[in-house]
């Protein structure tokens, strides 16, 4: 007999049905929870104002030996939060959650690390590579304020298999290449770049002074002699700087900033709120930096309406400038004092701008 259908067997099943998709969709999640993948999501981190005061209350610069001064404004360092890595992969959901997360960007482990290195391996680096950055910007502003500054090009490691391996050691500190005294670490290099053939290396070990030739050897157009060189400072005040547990070195071009406020009268930044990130090493070069769009998605959440990227990242700014955030490209130390000066006058707007934006 013909009718419409019965909807008693039908509801059971459709119930069941519900129920086992409800069920598949908990055990996947919970899969996915357990489940890593070698990736890194990058997000934004803290903003930390130089000029300021950690939340402990400490000053983040402080000076021993010579005159300081109280200031206004802010000028943050930025830096990027970093999630994944070796010994502490992401779960497949934590990756999931960065994809539809526009403040996030997913980056393959091996672009991040070096292959076969542990966690704490990548902190101690960056712990070391911060201490260097912290040093080298206190002795580019103590260098801009006219103060003495004694710098050495000390041997850090001596690779191996390199030409320098049984002829250079660690600790060896390099005094001259040639005729050429090394009064700054980044001269060593730039003067092997431009010498021909073998190179004599005028250096203290121990206490004594003795030369040593090199035939370096050329890689990718460059002339190398295998070893890795450390600068090491002398100052004539006692400049501590407390960045908490923040590692890396992208920091060192905003720490200059913040001791030379510190050490001149008046407010640098005029009140103003700047941002800004970069390496720099002894000779006040600014150079580029990882997770630039994190840093100025932290910085607008900060408070600053201006941020100091290095040159050498413009490519990184186009389309990835957060809404009322002012960014404009800087080389040098000279180049990033002027900037900020020239905010703090009112004149933000006319600083230049990286191309395409």
Known sequence: MSGSPDRRGRQPLLGRTLSLLLLLVVVVG????????PFVILRPGPAVDVIGKPEQGAPVVTVEGARTYPTSGALYFTTVAQYGGPDRRPSAWDVLGATI???????????????????????????A???????????????????????????????????????????????????????????????????????TLTLTRGGASMSKTITPVEQQGRRLVGVLVQPTFSFGVDVTIHAGDVGGPSAGMMFALGVYDTLTPGAL?????????????????VGAIGGLPQKMDGA?????????????????????????LTVTPVDTFEVALHAVQEIAAGKGDALPRCPGV
């Open 30 to 37: 919970l899969v996915a929870q357990f489940v890593t993948l």
């Open 101 to 127: 997360d526009p403040r996030s960007e997913i980056r393959r482990e091996e672009e991040v690390f070096p292959p076969q290195v542990t966690q704490q391996q990548v902190k101690e680096q960056n712990s």
């Open 129 to 199: 590579a911060m201490t260097h950055s912290q040093e080298g910007a206190v002795a580019v502003a103590l260098r801009e304020l006219g103060r003495p500054v004694t710098e050495a090009a000390v041997v850090a490691e001596v690779i191996p298999d390199g030409p320098a391996q049984g002829v250079l050691q660690k600790d060896d500190v390099i005094t001259a290449v040639g005729s050429t005294k090394i009064t700054r670490a980044p001269q060593l290099t730039d003067e092997i770049q431009k010498a021909t053939g073998a190179v």
């Open 269 to 285: 930044t005029g009140g103003q709120r700047i941002a800004g990130t970069g390496t720099m090493n002894s000779t006040g070069a």
């Open 300 to 324: 607008k959440a900060s408070g600053a309406t201006f941020f100091l990227a290095p040159k050498d990242n413009c490519a990184d700014v186009p389309g990835n400038v957060p809404d009322g």
